[in-house]
């Protein structure tokens, strides 16, 4: 960075580095340094009969610290909490080496900066858990200032709390925002408990390709790319469903997925164009046995991560004790509309849509018109989790009919907090109505569909080799994430979501704060 970019703080930084080299304190070293001990099991397994009192070694950033003449508390931050820790100048720089605490606590030690600490464990006439340092060393040093928060008057100052830096920034929000990181422990938490479920039934997660020839699996944008060594244009996935469903006829039971997939479609609260879905399937199944399974399986993971199955998330008190309710599709448009839609031409949707002030494309055939009546007057009002069920058929191009109702499918999407979490089905093994179905959606692509899905003639060739009855379920990870967190947008529970790029400073002398300024 050219200095002259440097805010004031950065550049007395600077020079503190320097000034440690000076002294012979090397600011960043390249030695292994032995942690024995970390913050909440120091303060959890603490005696204070013990004796002699336990020795550790700990290391972590320093957030916070007071200079009292010959001794300093310096709070300190590791990856579980944070510690009090306690240095006396006349223990950790004796004789002549007293000038060197007044030089490095004094004016060298930055908040923000790494530090090692050995020493023992005590408690305080105040009666806090502390350190008490017999040595020291510097193990990393912040050359930028963390934004601590800071009261005056009143006032709060230095928070860090601007959603678009948060994001952004998203290292500096793990660092001062409590809480931050407890979100990401337990979607980790939502993940293994989800394994745990799968591999105890016997299930193995596999891994299928990302970029694809073929954007498959599911109705939706796809990102386009290039393949400059075959010459040929590549999709990056969509969904993981036509490759999961390939290991199905090759002989595999059950198999699962975490895979990372690709929407080139519209940004808000509940989506981003990158994002985590599972998708399971499990031959000689159907969608009950899957309605089943699922109401089971997040039943467990709410009790993993929270020891309880209420979660709070914004106003709603959301309970995940299985079972959920069930109402097929056309009796929850006619429960929030007060219209049956059942055996309605597309003519007849378009007069309902009109009807409802909905508005809808030319390019809209019956499915994507029910969805949108579901989506605009039904779907908010499940807060409960609740299984839709029985689609019809125009609507899931990969769905088994139904075996009442050939109008229908035998297909389910979990509703949660006005949201779709997941959507199953009785997946379709017949090739030739597999096909059909590809060819109907073709048609819809020729009127404009922009998301309706391409001929997979692999895939077709696949089912004509045969492939037994088999249920499938989809679920949005970071949908279940911010259920389980209780949180109300997804880019809280994703580590690093997708913004646009940064506004560079203007002239070689704005600062950081005065780009961040010129971006709210």
């Keep these: 960075m050219n200095q002259t970019q440097l805010s004031e703080q950065e550049q007395v930084r600077r020079n503190s580095l320097e000034q440690m080299r000076q002294l012979g304190i090397e600011p960043y070293p390249a030695a292994e340094y032995t942690v024995t001990g970390y913050t909440d099991e120091i303060k959890a397994n603490f005696d204070d009969a013990l004796e002699p009192p336990r020795e550790v070694s700990i290391a972590g950033r320093v957030m916070s610290r007071r200079i009292m003449g010959k001794a300093s508390f310096v709070e300190l931050q590791d990856?579980?909490?944070?510690?009090?820790?306690?240095?006396?100048?006349?223990?950790?720089?004796?004789?002549?080496?007293k000038d060197l605490y007044n030089v490095v606590f004094k004016k060298l030690l930055d908040i923000g900066d790494f530090i090692g600490i050995e020493g023992f464990v005590f408690r305080t006439r105040t009666g806090e858990i502390t350190v008490h340092a017999r040595s020291f060393k510097v193990l990393s040093k912040s050359l930028r200032p963390l934004p601590i928060v800071k009261m005056k008057d009143g006032v709060v100052y230095d928070s860090f709390d601007d959603p678009e830096l948060r994001y952004r920034r998203r290292y500096v929000d793990l660092i001062v925002n409590e809480g931050v990181r407890d979100i990401f422990i337990k979607r980790t938490k939502v993940y293994n408990s989800m394994r745990e479920y799968f591999n105890s039934h016997g299930y193995m997660e596999v891994e299928t390709p990302i970029l694809q020839s073929i954007p498959g699996g599911a109705s939706a944008r796809p990102f386009i790319t290039h393949h400059n060594a075959l010459d040929i244009p590549l999709y990056l996935r969509i969904a993981d469903e036509l490759y999961l469903k390939r290991l199905i006829v090759g002989g595999f039971e059950g198999v699962y997925e975490f895979s990372k997939n690709f929407r080139n479609e519209g940004m808000d609260r509940t989506h981003n164009p990158e994002f985590t879905c599972m998708e399971i399937y499990v031959s000689y199944k159907d969608y009950n046995w899957m309605m089943d399974f699922t109401e089971r399986m997040i039943e467990k993971i709410c009790m993993d991560v929270n020891g309880t199955t209420e979660v709070k998330v914004g106003d709603n008190t959301i309970n995940f004790k299985a079972p959920f309710k069930r109402v097929t599709m056309i009796d929850a448009i006619k429960e929030h509309t007060g219209i049956d839609i059942s055996g309605m031409d597309e003519t007849q949707l378009r007069d309902v849509c009109k009807q409802l002030h909905i508005e809808v494309e030319p390019s809209m055939g019956k499915g994507k018109l029910i969805d949108e009546i579901f989506g605009e007057k039904c779907e908010g009002k499940y807060i409960q989790p609740t299984f839709i069920i029985d689609y019809p058929i125009e609507m899931s191009p990969l769905t088994k009919r139904h075996r009442n109702n050939p109008e229908l499918t035998e297909r389910f999407e979990l509703m949660v907090n006005g949201k779709e979490l997941a959507n199953a089905y009785s997946e379709l093994n017949d090739p030739i109505d597999q096909y059909e179905r590809f060819v109907d959606q073709m048609n819809l692509a020729a009127k404009?569909?922009?998301?309706?899905?391409?001929?997979?003639?692999?895939?077709?060739?696949?089912?004509?080799?045969?492939?037994?009855?088999?249920?499938?379920?989809?679920?949005?990870?970071d949908r279940l994430v911010m259920l389980m967190t209780g949180q109300t947008t997804i880019q809280e529970v994703l580590l690093f979501p997708q913004m646009k790029p940064e506004k560079k400073p203007q002239s070689a002398e704005q600062t950081d704060e005065e780009a961040e300024q010129s971006q709210e």
């Design 79 to 97: 990856s579980r909490g944070r510690i009090q820790v306690y240095i006396s100048r006349d223990e950790i720089c004796p004789g002549e080496d």
């Design 448 to 477: 404009g569909d922009d998301e309706a899905m391409i001929i997979d003639g692999d895939f077709i060739r696949a089912l004509e080799y045969g492939m037994p009855p088999t249920s499938g379920m989809g679920i949005g990870m």
